[in-house]
């Protein structure tokens, strides 16, 4: 399995059989220009972790040209359906699992907001547990740190969490070290950082802070590929 990463929090899952798309935010994100076009993606699933515009992104277009199925909440896969005619979806709320033939998702909670670029309620925002090919990837969404982390740290055994560390709009460097030690995870991938300048932080800071509590860390450059 590898992972490719377009920069923000949009990230690639390619398996022999499935490609996964998390939170398509490629139209307007400026560390996924010239990297990749939509027309080179064709995921057959797609999951959202809430209903921001650099989050929700591309999907309608991604979901429709390529029949994907997507995962998200409720709300989300509600207005999929009534406002751009997809029907293809699996609406979720936290703490619930879904298996499919390729894997199994689990929805979490995130401590964040969610709201459409026009204004509509997104549901509750979230994150999702994939299990897939034999690894655990955690893809956190947008959030601050919460206590709940501690059980998901308990209940799942994380290869990979892929956590926001940009500040302002979720936890920052040192809030994250805090998630670490409750999830547990063997790796985490930061995201959400140095995108937009009030995200903007020191990211061989973080991996140093990291490193000095051994927890391992990957950081990749936008259009990074990497095998899991």
Not at 45 to 68: F, M, R, Y
Not at 80 to 90: E, F
Request: aromatic share 10%.
């Amino acid at each position: 399995m590898t992972l490719r990463y377009f920069g923000h929090s949009t990230f690639e899952l390619a398996t022999e059989t499935k490609n996964i798309l998390v939170d398509p935010f490629i139209t307007g994100n400026p560390m996924a220009k010239g990297k990749v076009d939509l027309d080179d993606l064709h995921p057959d699933v797609i999951l959202v972790t809430h209903a921001h515009g650099d989050h929700w992104g591309d999907t309608p277009e991604l979901a429709i040209k390529n029949n994907a199925l997507v995962i998200a909440n409720y709300e989300i896969v509600e207005y999929l359906n009534t406002k751009h005619g997809h029907s293809n979806a699996q609406p979720m709320n936290a703490g619930g699992s879904c298996q499919f033939d390729w894997g199994r998702v689990t929805q979490t909670w995130a401590r964040h907001s969610s709201s459409f670029p026009d204004g509509t309620y997104g549901g509750n925002p979230g994150g999702f547990i994939i299990e897939i090919d034999g690894k655990c990837i955690y893809a956190m969404g947008d959030t601050s740190t919460f206590a709940e982390m501690e059980w998901i740290g308990t209940d799942f055994s994380i290869d990979y969490a892929v956590i926001p560390i940009g500040d302002c709009f979720t936890m920052g460097p040192k809030e994250s070290l805090r998630a670490a030690k409750m999830l547990n995870a063997k790796v985490l991938i930061p995201v959400h950082f140095n995108t937009f300048p009030a995200i903007q932080i020191d990211i061989d800071a973080w991996e140093k802070l990291m490193q000095d509590h051994d927890q391992a860390t990957l950081v990749l450059n936008p259009g990074a590929l990497v095998e899991l």
